[in-house]
């Protein structure tokens, strides 16, 4: 027995002490490379600290979610059993314990999506949940867990409706209500800065997404608006690349492109960061919103240097629009077939280009303008720009419908609801059986407004009857928001 003695391993121990936490700024600021400095100093002095573990897991995370690189996804596969080992063999009585374990699984969930490996995935997610919700009752006060738990609560919250079985049978459960409030709770406590300051910068990135895409209440939006536009906040998204992704993209979804442009501008472009080219692709889609034609060089970029497929057909459809745009018909139909070519067609953006390509007449060069000035919030230039034609003046039955839809969805964005109303009823009533998106994303603008007048019964009607169309185009975010939208109410 005590020959044996010298050769028992001393049993792993998770320290957030100044290396780590040093090495954690670094990685949420994508600085990998100075990262690595403070992670190989904590090696050195604690071999057995598993922080180092789960922050070098964290770092390859982020680098395979912004590159899409197979070979980065790749890299670490070995390493991911050996860090589950050093997690399974480390202290059960830190709260640490189970959060690293359900970190990494869920990690590697969402890293599988990216490469189709659906299955595993979602084996991943089970159980990162259950770790989740096990350290939730044995730490209740333990900050991180509870963000953990609340981006989980809205994922599940949001599964479409053909798919709520498979939550059912694994014994899943949450609302996005319940995520949302979770992190909305982390958000108020991390401003302390005390015993996480990591969190603050973690936590307003997700309910960043999260809010404008799955809950955005007019109290929800104000509330992340009330943060981003705090003056300790500015400084922060301008000097850290995942606030520049998350508040320029919440800009321009809301209709702010002047103020997504300044920041993507503005933002750090140094070689300590890892890079991340879909900021360029962000940068000419704000271009773009204004019709400023430099936005060509932005989206050449993003096509040249990113090594993954999204939103490479989408940035291919958007330089085939400048061509149009510029009476460059050759240009258009030289990179629409590109759109064919390049890229997967996974996400929405990536299908509506596919389906345009596939079309055998480009789209009318009003209604883009009309749609790019809308998408950039210059509702006034927009509507006088369709208000200076009809709906007559189109042949096409698509080109009719999107007339209407258009002309809605500026009134609505313009904050006049009233005149919005009627146009997105006509576009609900002609398009409700036609395969275009224009009457399932009027219904669901129509229950929002239907939601903040407080007019609950109709909203749920808008959003029922928006699950009830078939439709291709941007199909997964509008049924989402749907979904989210029936959540919230019922």
């Known amino acids: 027995m005590l020959l044996g003695l010298p050769f028992l391993s001393r049993a792993n ?16 600021s994508l600085r990998f490379q100075e990262a690595e400095t403070f992670l190989k100093a904590e090696k050195m ?78 084996l991943e997610f089970n159980r990162a949940y259950r770790q989740l919700l096990k350290n939730q009752k044995l730490f209740p006060s333990f900050l991180p867990n509870k963000t953990a738990l609340g981006l989980m609560h809205v994922l599940i919250g949001s599964i479409p409706d053909g798919y709520k079985w498979i ?27 005390t015993l996480f300051p990591f969190l603050q910068t973690e936590t307003l990135f997700m309910y960043t997404f999260i809010t404008f895409n799955m809950a955005s209440s007019t109290e929800n939006m104000a509330v992340l608006e009330g943060y981003l536009s705090k003056t300790e906040m500015k400084a922060q ?42 900021l360029d692709y962000l940068t000419g889609v704000a271009m773009l919103n204004k019709l400023d034609f430099g936005a060509r060089l932005y989206f050449l970029r993003y096509i040249y240097h990113f090594k993954g497929a999204s939103f490479i057909k989408s940035a291919c459809q ?26 997967r067609k996974e996400i929405d953006g990536d299908k509506q280009a596919m389906f345009e390509a596939n079309q055998k007449a480009p789209p009318d060069v009003n209604l883009l ?30 080109e ?20 919005a109303i009627p146009y ?26 239907y939601e903040a007048a407080g007019n609950l019964k109709d909203a749920i009607n808008c959003y029922e009857r928006c699950l009830s169309m078939d439709f291709k185009e941007y199909n997964f975010s509008i049924t989402q928001k749907a979904r989210a939208g029936l959540n919230r109410l019922k």
Request: charged share 20%; glycine share 4%.
């Open 369 to 398: 303008k009309a749609r790019l000035l809308f998408d950039g919030g210059y509702y006034q230039r927009a509507a006088s720009l369709l208000e200076a034609i009809s709906k007559n003046d189109f042949i096409a039955a698509r």
């Open 237 to 278: 998204i301008q000097s850290n690349p995942l606030l520049t992704y998350a508040a320029s993209s919440y800009f321009l979804h809301t209709g702010k492109n002047a103020h997504a442009l300044e920041i993507l501008m503005n933002r750090q472009k140094s070689n300590l960061y890892y890079p991340f080219y879909y």
């Open 167 to 193: 939550a059912k049978a694994v014994s899943v459960d949450g609302t996005v209500n319940e995520g949302v409030a979770e992190l909305r709770q982390v958000m108020r406590l991390s401003e302390e800065k």
């Open 45 to 122: 002095a604690h071999p057995e600290n598993n922080i180092v573990d789960y922050l070098e897991n964290y770092q390859w995370f982020l680098k395979v979610i912004i590159s899409e690189d197979e070979n980065v996804f790749k890299s670490e596969a070995n390493a991911r059993q050996h860090r589950l080992d050093r997690f399974e063999m480390g202290n059960p009585d830190s709260p640490w314990h189970l959060y690293c374990q359900a970190q990494l699984n869920m990690q590697w969930a969402f890293a599988r999506l990216k490469f189709g490996q659906f299955a595993t995935a979602a």
């Open 13 to 28: 121990v998770y320290q957030m002490n100044e290396n780590c936490l040093q090495a954690y700024r670094l990685i949420l």
């Open 424 to 449: 997105y009823k006509l576009t609900i009533a002609d398009g409700a059986d036609k395969s275009w998106y224009f009457a399932a994303n009027s219904a669901l603008h129509l229950g929002m407004i």
């Open 318 to 343: 958007r330089i085939a629009w400048i061509g149009l745009l510029n009476n460059d018909v050759k240009e258009y139909q030289a990179y629409m077939e590109r759109v064919k070519l390049l890229g």
């Open 400 to 419: 009719k419908l999107e007339y209407t839809y258009r002309l809605g969805r500026i009134y609505d964005a313009w904050g006049i609801p009233e005149k």
